[in-house]
């Protein structure tokens, strides 16, 4: 069984600029959700993606937005690029139901210049 | 909105001793309770989790978690810590009426340091 993979696993990106962030789901998982983590810190929850649908959001701006494939693969697109947007992204897949376990990749390590 | 307190940024333990790892969390309404484990340059991965039932939950590679509604707390704990328990260990919490839509909203983390 295939865990969660993302791709690129480090970037380096010139403030302004756009990025895309992809991240394939583990097999059975329909549920995606996309997390920022700042050196040092917990990640924070971004967006989640269940059936191609965004169906919940953390405190993040527009210009975090997201895609999901039938296939349940998922894409973190940021636009407008900002210092601060230097993190680790983590993508996390999820089966059905409530409470499931997210299992998460190993993260794509942006860095903003 | 809810949040997740890590009261301890860093534990440092001598190998084969006793840790624990505390975790006091705050929200008006239920939640579903996890411990995750980073180690270096890799993603997070699921110690253990509590959703209902016995407040005493078993994990992986030998760690356990006791929840305490009336202190709010999710403490982590293990009888005797290796060298490859290093790591970094995140608390993290979910609304039980979200449906999972709301994510996992994490702590700080605590790195756990194990010396010989």
């Known amino acids: 069984e295939t865990g969660v993979t993302q791709s690129p696993t480090h970037l380096i990106k010139t403030r302004g600029q756009q990025v895309t962030l992809r991240c394939s789901s583990q097999s059975g998982h329909n549920t995606v959700s996309w997390y920022q983590q700042a050196l040092g810190q917990g990640p924070q929850f971004i967006f989640q993606?269940?059936?191609?649908?965004?169906?919940g959001r953390g405190n993040f701006p527009p210009r975090f937005s997201g895609l999901q494939f039938p296939n349940y693969s998922s894409e973190l697109n940021v636009n407008a690029l900002e210092l601060d947007d230097s993190a680790l992204y983590l993508c996390?897949?999820?089966?059905?139901?409530?409470?499931?376990?997210?299992?998460f990749g190993q993260g794509t390590r942006l860095t903003v210049v | 909105a809810q949040s997740v307190t890590q009261l301890d940024s860093q534990v440092p333990v001598f190998e084969e001793a006793p840790v624990e790892l505390r975790c006091n969390y705050s929200s008006s309404v239920s939640v579903y309770l996890f411990w995750y484990v980073q180690y270096p340059n890799q993603g997070l991965q699921l110690l253990l989790k509590y959703l209902s039932g016995s407040t005493l939950v078993k994990g992986i590679n030998g760690f356990e978690a006791e929840f305490n509604k009336s202190q709010t707390s999710f403490h982590l704990r293990k009888p005797s810590v290796h060298i490859s328990d290093t790591a970094e260990y995140f608390c993290?919490?979910?609304?039980?009426?979200?449906?999972?839509?709301?994510?996992?909203?994490f702590g700080k983390g605590t790195h756990l340091i194990i010396q010989p």
């Open positions: 996390a897949s999820s089966p059905p139901g409530v409470g499931t376990e997210a299992f």
């Open positions: 993290a919490v979910t609304l039980y009426s979200g449906g999972g839509a709301d994510g996992l909203t």
């Open positions: 993606y269940y059936r191609e649908e965004e169906n």
